[in-house]
Structures are given as C-alpha cells and as structure tokens.
C-alpha cells in the first residue's frame, strides 16, 4: 500500500444516475458474493479517504440533452465535465495536473459543478478544480475549488502506475477500441490496483417475452446498429467485448456482479424500479437523438415519435419490462 500523499484513485464514467456515491464494489474483489441491489452510483468510499491528503479520479461523459432544437442536442451529446482534487503540496507549479499523482476527476451527469461543490466541502484539505468543456458558472463555490474548461481528457496524459483505482461508468457507445482503452487503463493503475465498470445493457428484457415489434424491442436493435455504423458499440455487456478485453489487458481476478433493475411506474416494484422508470422516461429524447439521427439517419421528428410510443408502453405494458446493470471489478497483478 502506498502511503497516503501517494495514493490516488481513478475513475472515469459516462451516463448514468447516481443512487449512492458512498460504496464500491472494490472491497469485494475475490469475493464471489454478489449484492441484491443496484449499486450504480458507486465511486468510492468517502470514510476510506477523508484523514488522507490523496484523491480521486472520476470522470463521466454526458448524456444527450432532450433540446428541441436537432442541432444544440447533439452538440451537447459529447460535453464532458469533470473535477480535478490535487494536493497542493504535492501540485506541478507549472499548473499541468496531468502530472501530479494526486488528482480527482469527476464527469457528472449535472453540469452544475454539484458533485465538485460536495466533494470539496467533505475534503476541505484537498485543492479541486472541476474541468468541462463549457464555462460552468456554479454558485456557493467553496475556497478549495475552481473551474478549467478544457478541449479532451487524455488517458495517455496520466502517468503509467499512478493510480490504486480507477471507476468507470456507462462508456457504452464511446470506446472505438475497448482492447486498447483497456490496456490504458491497466497502464495508468500501480500494481496491485483495482478497476470497477459499471455498465447496462441496451436491451429491455421481460420474464414474458416482448412483443417483436414494440418499442421496447426495437431498442437494443436502435442501439446495435448505430454502434456498428459509428464504430463504438453500445452492446459491451451483451457481446462480452467489455471482459474480453480486461483479459486481454492482463486484468486478474475478474469479478462480475449483475443487477436487474427493473422499470415499470408501479408501486409494488418498489424505490429502485421507479427511479430507473422515471430517469428513462425523462430523457428518451436525449438517449436517441444522437445515434439515432447521425448514425441511422432517422428525423428529428422521427425520434421524438419513437421516444413518445416507448413512454406509452412503459407506462401501459403488464410485462414488467427489466435492464440489466454490471458491475466488473478487476485486479493488476501485483508483480
């Protein structure tokens, strides 16, 4: 174990809800217990480094924007926003962040500057700046923490063996070649550290069967072809490409944890199922409209009338329609 001025976690994540931020599956690695419930939030435990002067790494691509105008919605598509905490005694004087071993990123869903606002608060001791590729104007802002906008976020710009943890989250649909992206990712972490993924599937599911020509079905299809035709796929659980290539990488100890979660607005499915409903039904629009329109060539129109018969038949169907959330947690060889 590295001691704590040296210790730094990783993550990067794309789109996804945030449920808990307060657990990982990361001390379960080598474990073959699994949960009972969705953990899709998870970065890291908060106890584990609040005495320590080290940081996090946490970064999440943003989901499409339902804009009604074609245009501004995809150009949201890709704003990727994130926060950076280095220790200050241990901080480049050049200012170049890439180069401290004690950084945190977070790309968050909310492009408010929230997470960085909280996490800065809880870590008074650790210097945060929070990067996005649009200005952020954000308020209460606490004194540790400050705003970059920049152009990209490299992983080749992390040093190799300079991360315990890296998180990833929802990268399904960006990743041209996951080979690669996990050969960086086994790179940048030290020996002995751990990668969790966290991913959903593009299907819906039901233990009944779903009718061949509803929405619900016609999704995973949407989804399979516009990730052959830009060249990223979308259906990383489904075709295994995502622990392919963590073996591939050299990754030990791959451990898997799958959660139904279950999407119906019906109260008897409980907290879980409703906050999965209400997060899929809100931004339909947004899941679709970039795929949809560049990779498959569909309307504007023709996307807003997909997104409004799929909200229908979430909310009329008796088939208690399910996705699937796994959880990877995976380990670099200590030698």
């Known amino acids: 174990m590295l001691p704590p001025t040296q210790r730094s976690i990783f993550s990067i994540l794309s789109v996804a809800h945030s449920i808990s931020r307060k657990r990982s599956h990361s001390d379960a690695l080598g474990r073959g217990d699994t949960g009972t419930h969705c953990e899709r939030g998870t970065i890291h435990s908060t ?4 005495n320590d002067t080290c940081g996090i790494l946490d970064i999440r691509a943003e989901k499409n924007k339902p804009e009604r105008i074609l245009d501004d919605a995809i150009a949201d598509d ?3 926003h994130g926060d950076i905490a280095t220790n200050p005694t241990t901080a480049d004087s050049s200012g170049d962040r890439s180069r401290t071993d004690n950084d945190l990123i977070d790309e968050d869903l909310i492009d408010d500057g929230s997470w960085a606002i909280e996490f800065a608060d809880e870590h008074p001791g650790l210097e ?24 990209s976020l490299d992983l080749q710009t992390f040093k190799k063996s300079s991360h315990d943890f890296i998180h990833l989250r929802d990268l399904k649909g960006r990743i041209s070649n996951w080979d690669e992206f996990a050969k960086e990712i086994f790179d940048v972490l030290t020996p002995g550290g751990v990668a969790e993924f966290h991913e959903g599937t593009i299907e819906f599911k039901a233990k009944v069967g779903l009718p061949e020509t509803s929405c619900m079905k016609r999704w ?14 979308f259906d990383v659980i489904e075709s295994e490409i995502l622990l392919h290539s963590l073996r591939a990488a050299g990754f030990i100890d791959i451990m898997e944890y799958p959660y139904d979660v279950p999407i119906e607005p019906r109260e008897q499915q409980g907290k879980l199922g409703r906050l999965a409903w209400q997060e899929l039904v809100h931004d339909i629009e947004g899941s679709i409209l970039r795929p949809a329109v560049e990779n498959l ?13 799929l909200r229908d038949e979430l909310k009329k169907t008796t088939v208690k329609p399910y996705m699937t959330r796994l959880v990877v947690v995976c380990k670099k060889p200590s030698t």
């Open 220 to 233: 995973g299809d949407l989804f399979r072809k516009a990730g052959a035709e830009r060249g990223a796929r």
């Open 297 to 309: 060539g569909w309307s504007e129109e023709r996307c807003y009338m997909f997104a409004a018969r």
């Open 78 to 80: 890709n704003t990727i």
């Open 128 to 151: 945060v700046t929070s990067i996005d590729l649009t200005p952020l104007a954000p308020h209460d802002v606490p004194p540790n923490l400050s705003f970059q906008t920049v152009k």
């Open 47 to 50: 106890e584990q480094i609040r």
